[in-house]
Nanobody, 120 residues
Framework: QVQLVESGGGLVQPGGSLRLSCAASGSSLAMLTIQTMGWYRQAPGKQRELVATIATSGGTTNYADSVKGRFAISRDNAKNTVYLQMNSLKPEDTAVYYC??????????WGKGTLVTVSS
């Protein structure tokens, strides 16, 4: 089992920045077998969508087209923590942001979510 705790959401004006953090915890085996960590988001009335992911080995990243050039995902493997730096935020970035961790054999874990509101 993997537990995920997100932090860093809040209210920000358009053009502003926020940094989300997600700390993973669990057994040593669970931590060692994490393959990817990432962020998804779900806006009101919409389906959950991928924002960004990062591989724990090699650091390969993947971004949604809508956030490329504005968001940056990073990780600290020693702390089992993934970050999402969000810059130049737009009202359409408003959503609940969920941390996600993937392990082998389809094991998928989700955080409870943190609300990001971009509004003036």
């Amino acid at each position: 089992q993997v537990q995920l705790v997100e932090s860093g959401g809040g209210l920000v004006q358009p053009g502003g920045s926020l940094r989300l953090s997600c700390a993973a915890s669990g057994s040593s085996l669970a931590m060692l077998t994490i393959q990817t960590m990432g962020w998804y988001r779900q806006a009101p009335g919409k389906q959950r969508e991928l924002v960004a992911t990062i591989a724990t080995s090699g650091g390969t990243t993947n971004y949604a087209d809508s956030v490329k050039g504005r968001f940056a995902i990073s990780r600290d493997n020693a702390k089992n923590t993934v970050y999402l730096q969000m810059n130049s935020l737009k009202p359409e970035d408003t959503a609940v942001y969920y941390c996600n961790v993937k392990r082998p054999a389809g094991m998928d874990y989700w955080g409870k979510g943190t609300l990001v509101t971009v509004s003036s």
